[in-house]
């Protein structure tokens, strides 16, 4: 983890991968997946890709670089595999940029209302 990461990063996010669909079509979660981050909320539009416009949510900054826009995430620690339980939003934006101190490469992981 880079020096400011490290820093700032106090704070945990948990992540569900899809991994299946049930036989209603229901998405079937995998186990949670617990990251090391800082978080932060921001109720303002924004455009994070061309053409479209979403109302931010969260904003998580982390180190952990297998995120997808089909995952989901929740602030805090979560055990089981339900995600909704935990009030968790998808992911829909994922930036990435160079850890300035050479380590890690740093996570920005946006979701939406």
């Known amino acids: 983890m880079g020096k400011i990461l490290r820093?700032?990063?106090?704070g945990?996010?948990?992540?569900?991968?899809?991994?299946?669909?049930?036989?209603?079509?229901k998405p079937i979660f995998s186990?949670?997946?617990?990251?090391?981050?800082?978080?932060?909320?921001?109720?303002?539009?924004?455009?994070?890709t061309i053409?479209?416009?979403?109302?931010?949510k969260n904003v998580i900054w982390t180190e952990y670089s297998e995120?997808?826009?089909?995952d989901y995430i929740a602030i805090g620690k979560h055990e089981d595999r339900d995600p909704f339980l935990?009030?968790?939003?998808?992911?829909k934006s994922i930036d990435r940029d160079r850890d300035i101190?050479?380590?890690?490469d740093?996570?920005?992981l946006t979701t939406a209302v």
């Open 12 to 25: 945990w996010a948990t992540i569900w991968k899809i991994t299946g669909k049930d036989g209603y079509g």
């Open 101 to 104: 101190n050479g380590g890690l």
């Open 7 to 10: 820093r700032f990063c106090k």
């Open 67 to 70: 995120a997808t826009q089909e």
């Open 51 to 56: 053409g479209t416009e979403i109302i931010i």
């Open 31 to 48: 186990e949670p997946i617990h990251i090391r981050c800082d978080y932060g909320s921001s109720f303002k539009d924004g455009r994070k």
């Open 86 to 91: 935990h009030g968790a939003s998808r992911i």
């Open 106 to 108: 740093d996570y920005t």
